[in-house]
């Protein structure tokens, strides 16, 4: 294998490479905010939980004798 064959090949490794951490940093993204996202939702389900506040769901169901 000549110099320049394994110039090449080594190109195309990296070429690949970058392509693929390209492709991680949008998935890490978009799970970074998709994170940011469960993380309020949760933030108001806990103070709902503690202020005993129901949820509108639960205001319009019938009691369960029904």
Do not use: F, I, N
């Amino acid at each position: 294998m000549s110099d320049a064959e394994r110039l090449t090949k080594l190109e195309e490794r990296y070429a690949h490479l970058q392509r693929h951490q390209a492709e991680q940093d949008k998935v890490m993204l978009g799970l970074s905010d998709e994170l940011a996202k469960v993380r309020k939702e949760l933030a108001v389900l806990r103070a709902r939980a503690v202020s005993g506040g129901e949820t509108p769901e639960t205001t319009d169901e019938r009691p369960p004798h029904y």
